[in-house]
């Protein structure tokens, strides 16, 4: 009765309106904890019905398995074991809030995972992702010329700075700027071409800049020049660079370069500097670091607990509540086990991929992890483990692999099957 059922349309509905929704976010807060919210969520418990159902009729695909129990299982730990210091500052319901959103990170995954089931369900869902970015960093364009040309403001952007949906601006360029890579790939992706996704890339790069975010900014760049080193000739890398050079110099030597770099709010704060440990923002985020790094010194293996960042440590790193680095800020709350159970998920999904963009016909892959180095690079100065995209990205990523690359095959086998050792049979 089950396998007769299989809810097909629902699952690609519910697909396409998820991939399309989860960049429209609201930040709202309960018991003095900000929660982040995505229109998207609405539509979990109709997603967890369709899940089950498809688990009871066709199986359920359950890659990160290990990875997903250790993950719950360690959070959860860590929850119980830093419960006193909870409950000093917070509720004690705050451990179960954790566990709870690290849950709903898992659902996006597995959701991603389970109704992409062959080449058309992801064309679907990446079409959804990109033609809702663009609309996401037109809402972040607008918002931002609208404040420096009118001085109006809107919930779309931070004064200057585009924000789009995500009442975040470094949030909304890092999504961006994945997107920015997913649209390529989509384009690749296609047997024939269509033209409208090259319409949205200058959007999301405008959207990108005029977020002024450096970190997201960088992030974009290294992972543009990281296609450029490895995947483009010989040729072309010159040019590239030429091209950069000149572009570097023709700066340098425009004439009165400060005043003018000066006169717009988004030059002036993407051509500051924060080497300097004296600046306030540089300053701001070392304090920050230092305290993550201590507070994980303290509680190497099991951390202080998730969400339990900055307590008892007074100033701005309890005010904030966040380590503005993703890396050290898990360090800190989930010690090196936590830690352990996040690199095993991101390693177990990349390191296939990589294998496979190095086989003949499947180069386009290489998009797909620039812009999970997106993501990588922007977690250095941001927190970013919650991006509800960082999860549907890497499984899209696992999806790409299982529905469109062949499985790899070791050469001593290829080479007894081409003598005749063996024959190929259908399955």
């Not at 390529?184 to 296609?190: A, D, G, K, N």
Request: hydrophobic share 55%; net charge positive.
């Amino acid at each position: 009765m089950f396998a007769s059922v299989r809810l097909d349309g629902l699952r690609r509905g519910l697909l396409v309106l998820v991939c399309a929704l989860f960049p429209i976010s609201k930040v709202i807060s309960s018991s003095g904890k900000l929660i982040n919210l995505s229109l998207a969520d609405l539509l979990m418990p109709v997603v967890l019905l369709v899940l089950l159902w498809r688990s009871m009729a066709v199986g359920f695909r359950w890659p990160a398995a290990a990875a997903f129990f250790l993950n719950v299982g360690v959070l959860s730990g860590t929850a119980l074991l830093n419960l006193e210091l909870t409950a000093a500052y917070k509720s004690p319901l705050n451990g179960v809030v954790e566990v709870a959103k690290a849950l709903s990170l898992w659902i996006y995954f597995y959701l991603v995972i389970n109704f992409i089931e062959d080449r058309d369900d992801l064309r679907w869902a990446m079409r959804s992702w990109i033609a809702s970015s663009g609309l996401v960093a037109a809402t972040g364009v607008v918002g931002s010329l609208l404040y420096q040309v009118a001085g109006v403001e809107t919930m779309f952007a931070l004064q200057f700075r585009a924000q789009g949906t995500f009442e975040d601006s470094n949030l909304f360029a890092a999504h961006v700027g994945v997107s920015f890579f997913l649209t390529v790939f989509y384009w690749m992706l296609q047997e024939r071409r269509e033209r409208w996704p090259l319409l949205l890339l200058p959007v999301q790069l405008a959207g990108i800049l005029l977020s002024a975010s450096r970190g997201s900014l960088m992030a974009v760049v290294l992972a543009m020049a990281g296609l450029a080193f490895f995947f483009c000739t010989t040729r072309v890398k010159w040019a590239i660079g030429a091209t950069t050079m000149m572009a570097l110099l023709l700066v340098l030597a425009l004439p009165d370069r400060d005043s003018w770099l000066a006169s717009n709010p988004i030059t002036a704060r993407l051509t500051t500097t924060t080497v300097d440990l004296e600046n306030p923002e540089a300053k701001q985020r070392r304090d920050l670091w230092e305290v993550a790094w201590n507070t994980w010194q303290a509680n190497p293996w099991f951390g202080a607990g998730r969400g339990n960042y900055g307590l008892g440590a007074g100033g701005e790193a309890q005010a904030i509540g966040f380590a503005h680095n993703t890396y050290l800020g898990l360090l800190a709350e989930t010690g090196i086990a936590g830690f352990a159970t996040y690199l095993m998920v991101a390693l177990g999904i990349t390191i296939p991929l990589m294998l496979a963009a190095n086989q003949s016909g499947h180069e386009k892959a290489s998009l797909l992890l620039a812009a999970l180095l997106v993501v990588a690079l922007s977690g250095v100065t941001i927190n970013i483990e919650n991006y509800r995209g960082l999860w549907m990205l890497l499984a899209l990523m696992e999806a790409y692999r299982r529905v469109l690359v062949p499985p790899l095959m070791p050469e001593r086998l290829i080479a007894r099957m081409r003598s005749g050792g063996y024959h190929a049979h259908a399955s």
